[in-house]
């Protein structure tokens, strides 16, 4: 195709989508209307709209990846507490003096 069928092919599809737009009707109905092939229609509306975007848009984000940093979570120091061995294996850990009244309870449950 050379530059001037082109800009002719252009021309005419520019017409057409600026038309279209103050009809105010579906693509399909102007297309009917017009006896245009819906496809080239859509085709050229993209084209125009695309180009139309990029001209007034301010350029768009890249999507990709980026770079982040984690901190690594220090964990407090938990105090050990005392812990009993049972000769089953069972086995009580971070018994403490605010959880003794519930310690006194799982003993006697576990005799």
């Known amino acids: 195709m050379t530059a001037i069928e082109n800009s002719a092919d252009q021309d005419f599809w520019r017409l057409h989508i600026t038309q279209w737009q103050a009809s105010g009707l579906s693509q399909a109905s102007y297309c009917r209307q017009q006896s245009l092939v819906k496809h080239q229609f859509r085709y050229w509306k993209r084209k125009f709209l695309a180009d139309h975007e990029s001209d ?22 938990v ?8 000769r089953d294996g069972i086995q009580l850990t971070g018994i403490a003096q605010d959880n003794i009244a519930l310690i006194k309870q799982l003993i006697e449950v576990l005799r």
């Open 56 to 77: 007034n848009l301010q350029p768009k984000a890249k999507a990709g990846f980026a770079r982040v940093q984690v901190a690594a979570h220090v964990a407090a120091p």
């Open 79 to 86: 105090p050990p507490g005392l812990c009993l061995d049972f």
